[in-house]
């Protein structure tokens, strides 16, 4: 079969023809920090299991980066799904369904014959643990796509049978562990060996998953139990049951069906409502004078803030916006992160004494001049814009320090009213394939960035991870302190958004280091149908991303 001549960090080995990438990993185990997981070969991501073709170049991905733990939490998924199997057999009434992250976990649902205990999770966690110790091969399979749909509908997958239906590709791709078979979107684990660190746990009906964080990848996270994120996540997944739009398939047949129409209603309207109930929420506490809005990027604050303002109208409030990025320092006085650059998402990027100077005179009654941020020559102005409230007013404040007690520390806690805002999407893949939160947004903030300040798909890849770090640290701690939530996600908005994602999507070349996201976000938008943002309501949240908006956003 002849070798090929493998270089990895500038040194060059031959190997067998057709030898996996595996060998290569095993070489290099003990010279490499963390866990290797996954390969780039000549710039392309490849599976361990994967044959060497040609000489290449490859580099090594660990669990400690975000690519190889996202594929180490997929492994154990499956590590889960095939221990339930021998746990309970071929039970004919048994599903579990992956639903959604709860900080770090993963909460799942189950239904069974057999009651869901912590008895039972033992018995599952043991098992899960002897298929690690056998270190089991998972096997990558490809087959014409009529074949995988046919195996899935006798395996009783119905999800799967009814994502494949709409896919336009002429083979698939499944995996198999010691003959469970199932499908995953995206990269797989080469065995179950490297599987040894999780937890499983009961929770709420079902039951989570502990894996760990990347910065620590060989050790288990603890959860942090976020009651309020999981109400809101949990009541949009069983309005998704009630509806039967809990998958992507399910989505896909409704447009099929004509049904866009209704759905878009339906949808609009119970976001509506929902927004309606939290304006009451505000009348009914009594003394509310400053509503802070807080939440991570595109989820879609600036519309709600709108929407919520007309509520209040209906209510009697006559509300004033107030947008944080006014008191923003000056550019000469704004702090910079460890590697120079300008941090605007830290809470000291803020004037909060001034803040909490100009909010308590407005609360005394007093007469304010009110701030305006010129991002153009990085300095706060004044332009004669003031401000008094009176009876009947109340501000609307939207930024990513509204949670933050100590943005506001001056205020009395009565006058606050405190909203969480996310893009929760309720929406799956199939039952053992989340869509995650993260994804919905950064296909948000793609389309919105383009159309609204000329930035490439490359650019606002490139600096979503600071935006995320941003997040993790300004927003996420502090989500549990809000008087309410309200999700932003629409099950609808992927299939609109497809269509003003891609072309971007694809302007990224094969040799830029944002290329491998831009490739991962356009094989997840094959899965979804497009439909016309003719019908989406000028009101909508969607609007704030693809355009044509009542709002100034």
């Known amino acids: ?131 690690v110790a056998e270190n089991l091969p998972i096997i990558k399979h490809s087959d014409k796509t009529s074949k995988v749909i046919k195996m899935f509908k006798d395996l009783g997958m119905y999800d799967k049978v009814k994502l494949f239906k709409y896919r336009s590709a002429s083979t698939t791709n499944y995996y198999e562990l010691d003959g469970y078979v199932d499908y ?51 009541e949009a997944n069983e309005w998704g049951k009630i509806m039967g739009l809990e998958c992507v398939g399910d989505l896909n047949e409704q447009i099929c069906n004509g049904n866009v129409e209704d759905m878009l209603l339906v949808q609009e309207a119970l976001q509506e409502k929902r927004i309606g109930d939290i304006a009451q929420q505000i009348k009914d506490r009594g003394g509310v004078k400053f509503v802070m809005i807080a939440g991570p990027s595109s989820s879609g604050k600036t519309t709600f803030s709108h929407r919520l303002s007309v509520q209040l109208r209906t209510l009697g409030f006559n509300p004033h916006p107030v947008a944080l990025d006014n008191y923003f320092k000056n550019r000469e006085d704004t702090p910079k992160d460890e590697n120079g650059n300008y941090n605007f998402e830290c809470l000291e990027a803020i004037d909060v004494e001034g803040f909490n100077r100009d909010m308590l005179q407005l609360l005394n009654g007093e007469e304010v001049q009110m701030p305006t941020f010129n991002f153009k020559v990085g300095k706060r102005e004044y332009k004669g814009n003031t401000m008094q409230l009176k009876k009947g007013d109340i501000l609307v404040i939207e930024g990513i320090h509204g949670l933050n007690d100590a943005l506001s520390y001056s205020l009395p806690k009565e006058s606050k009213f405190k909203i969480y805002i996310s893009a929760l999407t309720q929406l799956n893949i199939d039952e053992h394939n989340r869509i995650p939160t993260t994804t919905t947004r950064l296909i948000r903030r793609i389309v ?72 991962k976000l356009l094989k997840f938008l094959k899965y979804f149908l497009g439909i016309s943002s003719e019908g989406i309501p000028h009101n909508s949240i969607v609007r704030e991303f693809v355009g044509g908006s009542v709002f100034p956003v």
């Open 184 to 234: 995953f979107y995206g990269y797989m684990p080469p065995s179950t060996g490297m599987l040894k660190y999780f937890d499983i746990r009961p929770y709420s009906d079902g039951f989570i998953i502990l894996t760990p964080d990347p910065s620590n990848p060989r050790e288990i996270c603890e959860m942090i139990d976020r009651p309020m994120l999981f109400k809101t996540q949990h």
């Open 1 to 131: 079969m002849g070798n090929c001549k493998v270089t990895v960090n500038g040194v060059t080995v031959e190997y067998e023809k057709g030898a996996a990438f595996s060998e290569v990993a095993d070489d290099y185990r003990d010279k490499v920090k963390g866990d290797i997981i996954l390969c780039f070969a000549d710039g392309k991501l490849k599976e361990l299991n994967k044959k060497i073709e040609e000489d290449c170049e490859v580099a090594f991905i660990t669990t400690g980066e975000t690519i190889g733990n996202e594929t180490y939490c997929r492994g154990i998924i499956f590590l889960m799904l095939k221990a339930f199997e021998n746990v309970l057999g071929k039970e004919k009434n048994k599903k579990i369904s992956v639903e959604h992250t709860l900080g770090r976990a993963v909460y799942c649902d189950y239904e069974g014959d057999t009651a869901l205990d912590a008895k039972l999770l033992q018995k599952v966690k043991e098992e899960m643990k002897a298929l």
């Open 448 to 519: 919105r960035d383009a159309r609204t300040r000329g930035t490439s798909a490359k650019g606002t890849i490139a600096m979503w991870y600071s935006v995320r770090r941003g997040e993790e640290e300004n927003i996420f701690p502090f989500q549990e302190q809000a008087d309410c939530m309200f999700n932003s996600a629409l099950v609808y908005e992927l299939s609109i958004l497809k269509q003003y994602a891609e072309p971007l999507l694809f302007g990224i070349g094969e040799d830029e280091p944002e290329y491998q996201e831009a490739n």
